[in-house]
C-alpha cells in the first residue's frame, strides 16, 4: 500500500522556510560570524529593543527549535535584568531604593539568568 506523505513533507518544507527566513532577518542585527560573547555584547547594545522583542516572539512561534530563539530570548531577559539593576545603583540618574526583599529576589533572578548563559 503506498504512503502518501506530501502533506507532511510540505508543512516540514515551510517552518524549514520560516525559521530560515527568521535567522536571516536576526541577522541583520547581529551577523552570524560573530563570536558568541560579541553576539551577546551586539544584542545588549542595541537601540532597537522592540524589533529584537519582536524576533523573540516571532521565533517562539516557529515550531522548530533554534539555538538562536534560546539566545536572543536569553540576551533580552539579561538586558533588562541589567537595566532593572542599574536603576538601584547609587549615581545613576532615575535611582531609587529597592525593598531588601526586592533586591534579593533580583539577585536570585541573576543567579538564574548567569546559569543560563553560555559563556565561553
Same mark, same amino acid.
Given at each position: 500500500?503506498?504512503? *502518501? =506523505?506530501?502533506?507532511?513533507?510540505?508543512?516540514?518544507?515551510?517552518?524549514?522556510?520560516?525559521?530560515?527566513?527568521?535567522? +536571516? &532577518? #536576526? $541577522?541583520?542585527?547581529?551577523?552570524?560570524?560573530?563570536?558568541?560573547?560579541?553576539?551577546?555584547?551586539?544584542?545588549?547594545?542595541?537601540?532597537?529593543?522592540?524589533?529584537?522583542? *519582536? =524576533?523573540?516572539?516571532?521565533?517562539?512561534?516557529?515550531?522548530?527549535?533554534?539555538?538562536?530563539?534560546?539566545?536572543?530570548? +536569553? &540576551? #533580552? $531577559?539579561?538586558?533588562?535584568?541589567?537595566?532593572?539593576?542599574?536603576?538601584?545603583?547609587?549615581?545613576?540618574?532615575?535611582?531609587?531604593?529597592?525593598?531588601?526583599?526586592?533586591?534579593?529576589?533580583?539577585?536570585?533572578?541573576?543567579?538564574?539568568?548567569?546559569?543560563?548563559?553560555?559563556?565561553?
Amino acid at each position: 500500500m503506498p504512503l *502518501d =506523505l506530501s502533506e507532511w513533507v510540505d508543512k516540514l518544507e515551510s517552518r524549514a522556510r520560516m525559521a530560515r527566513q527568521w535567522i +536571516l &532577518e #536576526l $541577522e541583520t542585527y547581529v551577523p552570524r560570524r560573530e563570536p558568541f560573547s560579541e553576539w551577546m555584547k551586539t544584542i545588549r547594545t542595541s537601540n532597537d529593543e522592540n524589533r529584537l522583542q *519582536d =524576533l523573540a516572539c516571532e521565533g517562539a512561534r516557529i515550531p522548530v527549535e533554534m539555538n538562536h530563539v534560546k539566545m536572543l530570548q +536569553l &540576551e #533580552l $531577559e539579561a538586558k533588562n535584568w541589567s537595566a532593572k539593576a542599574r536603576r538601584w545603583t547609587p549615581g545613576c540618574e532615575d535611582s531609587k531604593k529597592g525593598k531588601l526583599e526586592d533586591l534579593r529576589e533580583h539577585l536570585r533572578k541573576g543567579q538564574a539568568l548567569r546559569s543560563r548563559l553560555l559563556i565561553e
